[in-house]
């Protein structure tokens, strides 16, 4: 069934999806829904699937929005609200799903500091990042850092996606700003990178959004190599068309142009 949905992004995003369902399915109790998610995964797609489920699962757990009574019957003991990224950590999160359960952590941690529908300020996005800082774990760390981007292009469109493209240059801006008040440069590193493919979302939108991002970035040199470079990998999606990504190296400054070039030769 996921196979014959449309776009780019329809596979992975079907079985996301369906981790939403998983969770309900299996009552809210955690474990069996990531047990679950679990047997999803084929070599073809490197597990993909259940990955993607497995962040359908978390996303869900997060307010049980299929069914509130069973949430809260039996889901919201696994919500640590004193320290939310403790459920990727937890003995039953299978390591596989440690780093997208890191991603999709951030709208805990922004209930933990009181974050309601508008944008956070700035005092909030630097409580929530030091949340990220806290975790041990190097590649856990990015991952928790990760996640705040596609949260921040959301609250700035009111979770409307079908308006991203039509963000204007203040808008993207809004994006970084959050990030440039991360307390370490992985996890200022790791939020711009994030932002690619937040805005990108696989090759959904147009390559020019995530550039004109990039473009907007302050000029520094480590900033603007991991944006730049991070689009390039974002366009080589497999399942992104050919002519999708047509004058994509020529629009990059000559730096990047020649890289850019080889990976889609």
């Known amino acids: 069934m996921c196979s014959q949905v449309s776009g780019p992004a329809g596979y992975d995003l079907c079985f996301h999806g369906f981790g939403h369902g998983v969770i309900a399915y299996a009552e809210y109790e955690l474990p069996k829904a990531l ?52 459920i990727c950590e937890a003995n039953y999160m299978p390591n596989e799903f440690r780093q997208v ?75 970084y700003d959050p990030c440039s008040l991360a307390p370490s440069g992985l996890g200022v590193e790791s939020c711009v990178k994030r932002s690619v493919g937040a805005l ?17 970035l302050p000029e520094n040199p480590t900033l603007q190599n991991i944006c730049y470079r991070q689009l390039i990998k974002e366009r080589s999606y497999e399942r992104i068309a050919p002519f999708e990504n047509e004058g994509l190296c020529e629009n990059l400054s000559s730096l990047y142009r020649e890289e850019c070039q080889e990976f889609f030769r």
């Open 200 to 216: 990108d979302r696989r090759g959904t939108h147009s390559y020019t959004l995530a550039l004109r991002y990039c473009d907007l």
């Open 101 to 175: 359960c890191m991603f999709y952590i951030t709208p805990f941690i922004f209930d933990k500091i009181g974050v309601g529908k508008q944008i956070p300020s700035d005092i909030q996005i630097e409580e929530a990042l030091a949340n990220c800082e806290a975790v041990l774990d190097e590649e856990l760390r990015r991952s928790c850092y990760g996640g705040f981007p596609k949260e921040l292009i959301s609250y700035i469109h009111n979770r409307d996606v079908r308006v991203y493209e039509q963000s204007t240059d203040a808008e993207l801006s809004k994006m």
């Open 35 to 86: 047990e679950l998610c679990s047997g999803l995964g084929t070599e073809e797609h490197n597990y993909t699937e259940a990955r993607e489920c497995a962040g359908g699962v978390i996303m869900d757990l997060r307010d049980g929005m299929h069914d509130k009574d069973l949430w809260k019957q039996f889901g919201q003991k696994y919500i640590q609200e004193s320290n939310p990224t403790e």
